[in-house]
């Protein structure tokens, strides 16, 4: 499967899924940070609500991709959905399994 097909499974999946972490226009603070990290080692793809105009969501989403090396597969207005594989697998808790 090519990388396009593949983004396109991923916002398929991201289509059911409610934000777990919602970001406030004070940025990425710590227990933000903390919960991102677990959400992802959790479910790998998951949503991100970001309260904040236009330019300060963005300068958030790169600060957030940066700081969880993750990988940004869509963002629709304050709504982002991010990718970051587990090492390993929680089929239990992992989007990209239960959705396959």
């Not at 991102?36 to 959790?42: C, I, N, S, T």
């Not at 957030?64 to 963002?75: K, P, Y």
């Not at 709504?79 to 929680?90: C, F, M, P, S």
Request: hydrophobic fraction near 40%.
């Amino acid at each position: 499967m090519n990388q396009q097909q593949q983004k396109k499974q991923y916002r398929a999946i991201g289509h059911h899924l409610n934000p777990v972490v919602t970001i406030a226009g004070n940025g990425l603070t710590e227990q933000v940070a903390a919960e991102l990290e677990r959400a992802l080692d959790d479910h790998e793809l998951i949503k991100v609500r970001i309260n904040a105009d236009r330019e300060t969501r963005q300068l958030l989403i790169n600060a957030l991709l940066a700081s969880t090396q993750s990988e940004l597969v869509q963002r629709i207005g304050g709504i982002a959905l991010i990718l970051r594989r587990a090492t390993v697998q929680k089929p239990a808790l992992s989007n990209l399994v239960r959705y396959q």
